[in-house]
């Protein structure tokens, strides 16, 4: 079993950078591809970014690309997502998640967080 806590929302302007954690308590985390998704109000939730366990492989949503950064310190069973340059369609909650395996994918996650709240203004 994963717990995993997301923080850093808030309101930003457009152009501006946030950058979300995420703390993941129990098993080892290091054992774990992690990912961040995000839902914004009357869509379905998105995969945006994702991470290897070891943090050498990672995989971003088109929409992202070349804006956001996830990374991860397994030292401090931590998991990161820099958000550059943000639009106001970045707007939604986000959410962390995490899975067993070895391969980066935009499914099959098993644990989730509770989900933190973006915000950006024009």
């Known amino acids: 079993q994963v717990q995993l806590v997301e923080s850093g929302g808030g309101l930003v302007q457009a152009g501006g950078s946030l950058r979300l954690s995420c703390v993941a308590s129990?098993?080892?985390?290091?054992?774990?591809?992690s990912g961040w998704f995000r839902q914004a109000p009357g869509k379905e939730r998105e995969f945006v970014a994702g991470i290897s366990r070891g943090g050498g492989s990672t995989s971003y949503a088109d929409s992202v690309k070349g804006r956001f950064t996830i990374s991860r310190d397994n030292a401090k069973n931590t998991v990161y997502l820099q958000m550059n340059s943000l639009k106001p369609e970045d707007t939604a909650v986000y959410y962390c998640?995490?899975?067993?395996?070895?391969?980066?994918?935009?499914?099959?996650?098993?644990?989730w967080g509770q989900g933190t709240q973006v915000t950006v203004s024009s």
């Open positions: 129990g098993r080892t985390f290091s054992s774990y591809v």
């Open positions: 998640a995490a899975r067993p395996g070895l391969v980066v994918t935009s499914f099959g996650y098993d644990y």
